[in-house]
């Protein structure tokens, strides 16, 4: 049986440091942000990417997610036809998506139920681009293309860095830096997959609704992957949408700031993930459950064992940059170090990817809507019923809760799919 490291050519490995590059100019793009942007105005923009965010995930209808789990297992087959019906299919749902929320804004706009009419049309704008965007990306590493994902990735961050901070730096206004970033985001999108003609793509997604039939196939599959993301979608935005109603705009670029540390841990993942997700997927199609369990124990330990050597450089860093380049935020230096430790429990959870794979997204996402009502009543029965007033720092503590209780919930789901799995396989 080869080592889990020899399932990629050496060669490949360099997507390793071309990913830390990219992460470290989108932290270092969103620092600079902080600096040219008035507080207030840098929490907007943080409130229009999770408008924005959020919209991609739910307009989708879980078929990117559902290209995360299926689209490995076709290009090993080869099976074009099937990568071309699920890209189609995904880009044809958005965007009648797209196309129904543009319309409802523009009435909702007319009768005055909204204001900041360029703010909501460039959230919008920026979800479109993310979303295709993270469906290339999510074609590029099911294909196994690792160093061509992790050049896209760089690239698209030196462009942000560039073109974003120039933007922001000439006018200091969100909706100009916003549209900025999603018209790099968007051209770099293009094309979409190298493997399948583009106009066969456009043509599925034109005809969706005409030529239905992989759609109501998959869809309900889709679903319940949807179903399961948008669990853990709502479980971790609790603090950021906790903090839209319960902060001032002063307070929630705090928590902003403070919750950036999230990103570095979340894009790390997805580092580690390009490869791993679907080499464990490969492994599990081929009946390798133990070995997929035992990389997904690896690679949790070894993030624990970094994540603690590296605690305390990291807080003395952010805590450097704080004082000394945005002093208008030293507030959310505390908030980092109760982030930090979110993030690591969020960065070694590799037990989820693993359920997932084992087809636990029932189970998954009923934990995780059990853990949203249980967190958002708490949340709600301390604010109104013993009038606790939350502050950046407290709603990090739901931070750091909400990752721990996501962390134990995806590990019992993983231990108990790898023993039935092991049951099941005969001897």
């Not at 409130?47 to 989708?60: C, P, Q, W």
């Not at 995904?90 to 797209?98: D, H, Q």
């Amino acid at each position: 049986m080869r080592p889990f490291a020899l399932t990629l050519r050496r060669r490949e490995f360099i997507y390793i440091p071309l990913l830390l590059l990219s992460t470290g100019l989108l932290f270092a793009k969103n620092l600079i942000y902080a600096k040219l942007l008035p507080v207030a105005a840098f929490g907007a923009l943080n409130e229009a990417i999770l408008v924005g965010s959020t919209f991609a995930t739910f307009a989708g209808a879980g078929l990117p997610l559902l290209g995360h789990k299926l689209l490995p297992r076709e290009y090993a087959r080869r099976e074009l036809d099937a990568v071309t019906d699920l890209l189609g299919a995904a880009l044809g749902v958005f965007g009648i998506a797209s196309a129904v929320a543009a319309a409802a804004l523009g009435v909702a706009l007319a009768v005055g139920l909204v204001k900041s009419t360029l703010w909501w049309y460039a959230s919008l704008f920026y979800s479109v681009a993310q979303y295709v965007f993270v469906l290339k990306l999510i074609d590029l590493k099911s294909d196994m293309r690792f160093v061509n994902h992790a050049l896209l990735s760089a690239t698209r961050a030196i462009l942000l860095l560039t073109c974003g901070l120039l933007v922001a730096w000439l006018t200091r206004y969100v909706p100009a830096v916003l549209g900025t970033e999603a018209l790099v985001t968007l051209l770099l999108s293009q094309p979409i997959c190298a493997h399948v003609r583009g106009r066969d793509v456009r043509r599925k997604a034109l005809r969706l609704w005409s030529d239905h039939t992989w759609l109501l196939t998959n869809l309900p599959g889709a679903l319940h992957l949807l179903w399961l993301n948008s669990m853990m979608t709502l479980l971790y935005a609790l603090d950021r949408w906790s903090g839209l109603m319960l902060l001032t705009d002063h307070d929630y670029g705090i928590l902003a700031l403070g919750l950036m540390a999230l990103v570095v841990f979340e894009t790390a993942q997805t580092i580690i993930n390009v490869s791993a997700y679907p080499i464990m997927g490969r492994m599990i199609a081929r009946g390798e459950h133990q070995r997929a369990f035992g990389l997904a124990t690896l690679a949790t330990a070894v993030i624990v064992g970094l994540s603690v050597i590296f605690y305390f450089p990291f807080i003395w860093l952010f805590d450097y940059l704080v004082h000394r380049y945005l002093t208008a935020y030293v507030e959310a230096a505390p908030v980092v170090k109760v982030v930090v430790l979110a993030g690591t429990l969020r960065l070694a959870d590799f037990y989820g990817s693993f359920a997932v794979l084992c087809n636990r997204e029932k189970l998954l996402a009923r934990t995780f809507g059990i853990t949203v009502l249980v967190t958002a009543g708490l949340i709600a029965f301390l604010h109104l019923g013993m009038g606790v007033q939350f502050d950046p720092l407290r709603l990090t503590m739901v931070t750091l809760a909400v990752a721990a209780m996501g962390f134990v919930g995806n590990a019992i789901v993983a231990f108990s799919a790898n023993r039935s799995m092991s049951v099941l396989k005969p001897t």
